[in-house]
C-alpha cells in the first residue's frame, strides 16, 4: 500500500511517538488528520513542538476516541487509521483503572467500529511489549503467552483481542504493531529515560530512580516509526501482530550508568519506593525476537541505544524547563 495518495488518521497524535509518527508521514508527502484528546486549552500536546512547515501541513482536530458519535465522524472519508491513542502510564493504572477500561478498551472498540462502518481500507493498532508480562523464554516472539501483570497490560491485552476479533468476525483489515520501550525525544519524564536524563541535568549528585534489575528492550523512537510505515504498506501484515525492538537487553542500572557515561556525570541513584511496582505486577524481562520484522518488512534498527540516548540527553537539554524532575511522574 503507497501511503503518499491516502487519507490518513493518527489516533493520540498529540503524544511522544504520535508526534514522531505524523511528522514522517508529512515529510513523506501523506495527508494527515491528527486526532489529540480535547482540551479547554487548545493544547495539541507534542504536535506544539513541529516546526512550522510540518505542522501547517496537518489537520489538527480534538476529541475524545471514548465518545463513539464522535469517532463516527472523523473515520469519514479516511482511508488508513493508525491507532495510537492510549491511557499508558503503569503507575497511574493502578489508581485509576477504569480510565484505562474507558480509554484502552472502549475507545479501541470506537474506532474499530467506526473503522468498519466508514469502509476504512487498513487500520495499524498499537500494542505494546507489556501484554507478555515477564518472559517465558527470549527473546520473546509474537507467539507468546500474554499476562495482564497491571490493569494497564490487561487493557491492552483487550484492545488487542478486540482488534483481532474484528478482523477473524468482520474481515477488517488490521494489522497489530507491538513495539518495545520506545524512547527519544519529546518522551515525558513519566518513562525511565527523560527521568534520569532530566534528575542528573538538575540534580547532578543523587537522583531517584524504582528497580534497578528488570530488563528491557530500548528502541529508538525513530525505528519505531519505521516499524509503524512499514506494517502499514504492507499486505503481508493484515490480520496479524508484529514485534518491534532491538533484540537486546538492558537493566535499568545498566541504562542509568550508560546514561552518566555520556553525560559525563558521576551521579549516585537512590531506590524509591514510590517508583517500585508491586512485586507480582513488575515486569522483569522484555528482550525481543524481530525476527518476523526483519523477514516480513525488511526492518531493522538503525540506531543503537548509545546514539538514540545522545539525541535524547541533547533534547531534554534543550527543553529541560519541560521536565520537573524533582516530582515523580507516575
Request: net charge positive.
Amino acid at each position: 500500500m503507497q501511503l503518499k495518495d491516502k487519507k490518513i488518521l493518527v489516533t493520540g497524535a498529540g503524544g511522544f511517538i504520535g508526534s514522531h509518527l505524523v511528522e514522517e508521514l508529512v515529510k513523506k508527502g501523506v495527508k494527515v488528520k491528527a486526532l489529540v484528546r480535547y482540551n479547554s486549552r487548545n493544547d495539541w500536546g507534542k504536535l506544539e513542538e513541529l516546526q512550522d512547515d510540518i505542522l501547517s501541513e496537518v489537520e489538527v482536530i480534538s476529541g475524545d476516541i471514548r465518545d463513539a458519535y464522535f469517532c463516527q465522524r472523523i473515520a469519514k472519508n479516511i482511508d488508513l487509521i493508525f491507532h495510537l491513542a492510549a491511557a499508558i502510564a503503569i503507575p497511574f493504572s493502578y489508581i485509576a483503572p477504569s480510565h484505562y477500561v474507558e480509554t484502552n478498551i472502549i475507545g479501541t472498540l470506537n474506532i474499530l467500529e467506526s473503522a468498519l462502518k466508514n469502509n476504512i481500507q487498513k487500520v495499524i493498532h498499537t500494542s505494546t511489549s507489556e501484554v507478555y508480562g515477564s518472559a517465558k523464554y527470549t527473546p520473546i516472539d509474537e507467539n507468546h503467552p500474554l499476562s495482564g501483570q497491571s490493569p494497564y497490560s490487561a487493557t491492552k491485552i483487550a484492545a488487542d483481542k478486540l482488534a483481532e476479533s474484528y478482523y477473524c468476525s468482520f474481515s477488517l483489515p488490521i494489522a497489530t504493531i507491538r513495539p518495545f520501550n520506545t524512547f527519544g525525544p519529546r518522551q515525558s519524564a513519566r518513562a525511565i529515560i527523560p527521568s534520569i536524563i532530566a534528575q542528573i541535568l538538575l540534580n547532578p549528585k543523587k537522583i531517584n530512580i524504582g528497580s534497578t534489575h528488570p530488563v528491557r528492550d530500548f528502541t529508538y523512537v525513530k525505528d519505531t516509526v519505521d516499524g509503524f510505515i512499514k506494517v502499514a504498506e504492507s499486505h503481508k501484515t493484515i490480520g496479524t501482530v508484529t514485534n518491534i525492538g532491538t533484540g537486546i537487553g538492558v537493566s535499568v542500572e545498566e541504562l542509568f550508568h550508560t546514561i552518566c557515561k555520556l553525560m559525563d556525570k558521576k551521579v549516585k541513584f537512590s531506590k524509591d519506593i514510590k517508583r517500585i511496582r508491586p512485586a507480582k505486577s513488575e515486569v522483569e524481562l522484555l528482550i525481543c525476537s524481530n525476527k518476523k520484522a526483519k523477514q516480513l518488512l525488511n526492518w531493522g534498527p538503525k540506531f543503537s541505544l548509545e546514539k538514540g540516548l545522545i539525541e535524547t540527553i541533547k533534547y531534554i537539554e534543550k527543553n529541560i524547563n519541560k521536565y520537573k524532575s524533582d516530582i515523580y511522574n507516575i
